[in-house]
């Protein structure tokens, strides 16, 4: 998710991943800047959570009644109880969303009316920013500074872009002649079901509902178990903005059960999906054995960020890739962990990279100082240290972290900025997603070597490079498998900017006009007008 480049100092307000963000949400963001630590407990202490699922307008408990656990990672202790939905609980939300499309209630109402409605949903998002921040830092453990800056009004700058666009694309007139006249019409799919991941639980979230609404589908969302709140808060206001009853569901629940039920449904249309590259193929499976629903997926990564002898910074290209592994605690699809450098620059980056790191260290998320959050669960903290251990086995060279800690006042799951030097690409820690603050540094002798190392995994979602020489950038551009690449700088992006992957990345673009083409079938309607 490319947002790591506004933690740059001094750069916030100038990227371009906030140039979509109208004047009300800064203000909402400048009010949560205001607030101390002490003021943000003093909110968590009164904050209510809304935990059921909500089907056909209406918040619902789960059809056999029972709730999961949901956890603040920052201290461990449960939050509320959520709804557990299942199969009964996804079969009644494919029923209201249906009988919402058949009837047209958004299908067929006029788009200026629909992007109304979307663009006052954005709005609701908006004026409840600092809830909603609070709720999404307590759920997943980032930082309150980042959800307040970053998650919620990016969330709401998305929808509104995709509202924005509801009237502003028209459909085709094939040149077929005089006889005919062939319309290219496009339709929306019907009933779509997005299960998404926890990293950024209502960002990726609304990377879906966007389009998916603006398209003029019914939806279900099913948030991961980890941190369902924040979607689950904003049903209702997708309700007072007037979103007809039955075309936004959420059935919270686990993947096995409420997921697995989305991916099998015989009345669901598509599955847009992010999170792994396991579960993305259970989807292709659950569509092959149901009914060839469509599928969009938007997996893992394994990103690498190429910095070559020529880069023309050394100093913006450690930092960028300091942040590009650390923010968000390196829980982002692509972050940046493998750090493919040229040898004569390599300790000089290094070092920098480590005096980047030293200055992240964990803290409470509630903290506005705070740059480092949780680790979302006790799970992904362990499954990470056990990575960290499998890279010192391997014989890679620790240089900084490696282990748990426990910042004052948080008692949760912490994990130091870690890095790794002297890795081989063929290891686990070079191979695998880690999806926690890991870096592996490797080092090569050419340009050529480094794109070769760079392709050298399964993955194709995002990479990046540095040098001054304008050639070897296009070039090497070009040679890069996967579905961003960066020149000489390091997760940038924008709405307006198709975000997905290569090989097992997935397929389908998130974000961007692009996106539509997921949740729109094409239909040709051929009248003859001859004599
Ligand atoms: P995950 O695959 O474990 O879970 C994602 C979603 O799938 C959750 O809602 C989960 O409940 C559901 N799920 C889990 N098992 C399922 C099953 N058997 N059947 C149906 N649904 C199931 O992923 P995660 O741990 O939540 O998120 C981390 C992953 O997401 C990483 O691999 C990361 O790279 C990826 N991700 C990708 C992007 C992108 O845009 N490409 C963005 C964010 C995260």
């Not at 199969?87 to 067929?108: C, I, T």
């Not at 070559?308 to 692509?334: R, S």
């Not at 799951?413 to 890991?438: L, W």
Request: with cysteine.
């Amino acid at each position: 998710m490319p947002v790591a480049a506004l933690h740059r100092p001094g750069r916030a307000d100038s990227l371009p991943a906030l140039r979509h963000i109208p004047k009300f949400s800064e203000v909402t963001r400048a009010m949560s800047a205001a607030l101390s630590l002490d003021d943000w407990k003093t909110r968590a202490e009164t904050l209510s959570f809304r935990s059921q699922a909500f089907i056909n307008g209406r918040y619902v408990d789960s059809a056999s009644g029972k709730t999961f656990e949901c956890v603040n990672p920052a201290t461990g202790r449960v939050l509320t109880k959520v709804a557990a939905g299942d199969k009964e609980d996804v079969d009644r939300a494919a029923k209201a969303a249906r009988a919402a499309f058949e009837k047209g209630r958004w299908s067929r109402m006029a788009p200026a009316q629909r992007k109304k409605r979307l663009q006052k949903f954005a709005d609701l998002i908006d004026k409840h920013a600092t809830e909603l921040a609070l709720l999404e830092t307590l759920d997943m453990g980032k930082p309150i500074r980042d959800s307040s800056a970053i998650d919620i009004p990016l969330s709401a700058g998305c929808i509104r872009w995709y509202g924005e666009a509801i009237d502003k694309i028209y459909d085709e007139v094939a040149p077929t002649g005089p006889e005919t006249v062939a319309m290219i019409r496009r339709e929306p799919v019907g009933v779509v079901g997005a299960v998404v991941p926890w990293n950024f639980p209502l960002l990726m979230a609304s990377w879906k509902i966007g389009p998916v609404l603006a398209a003029g589908n019914s939806l279900i969302v099913k948030p991961a178990e980890q941190s369902p709140l924040t979607v689950i808060r904003i049903a209702e206001l997708a309700a007072e903005a007037d979103i007809p009853e039955g075309v936004f569901n959420v059935v919270p629940g686990f993947g096995e059960t409420a997921g697995q039920a989305i991916g099998r449904h015989m009345d669901i249309d598509g599955v847009t999906f992010t999170g792994s590259g396991e579960v993305g193929k259970l989807f292709l499976r659950y569509s092959g054995e149901s009914n060839m629903k469509r599928v969009s997926l938007e997996c893992g990564g394994k990103t690498p960020n190429i910095v070559l002898a020529d880069a023309p910074d050394l100093d913006a290209a450690a930092t960028a890739a300091a942040w590009g592994i650390f923010f968000n605690q390196g829980e982002v699809c692509n972050a940046g962990s493998r750090l493919i450098v040229e040898a004569p620059v390599k300790d000089a980056i290094l070092e920098k990279v480590m005096e980047v790191g030293k200055k992240l260290q964990p803290g409470d998320p509630l903290d506005p100082k705070t740059r480092m959050g949780a680790i979302v669960d006790e799970t992904q903290m362990q499954r990470i240290l056990g990575y960290i251990e499998h890279g010192k086995k391997e014989g890679a060279k620790l240089r900084m972290g490696g282990g748990r800690v426990k910042p004052a006042n948080a008692n949760g799951y912490f994990v130091e900025p870690t890095v790794f030097d002297e890795v081989d690409n063929k290891m686990k820690i070079a191979q695998e997603e880690i999806f926690g603050p890991v870096l592996s540094a490797i080092t090569v002798k050419t340009p050529e070597e480094a794109v070769k190392v760079g392709n050298d995994t399964i993955y194709g979602l995002a990479a990046a490079v540095w040098t001054r020489d304008i050639s070897k950038a296009f070039k090497i551009s070009r040679e890069l498998r996967a579905g961003v690449v960066w020149v000489n700088s390091f997760d940038a992006g924008d709405i307006t900017t198709p975000f997905g992957g290569f090989k097992q990345s997935g397929f389908g673009r998130d974000k961007s006009l692009h996106a539509l083409e997921k949740y729109s079938e094409l239909k040709t309607v051929w009248i003859n007008v001859g004599k």
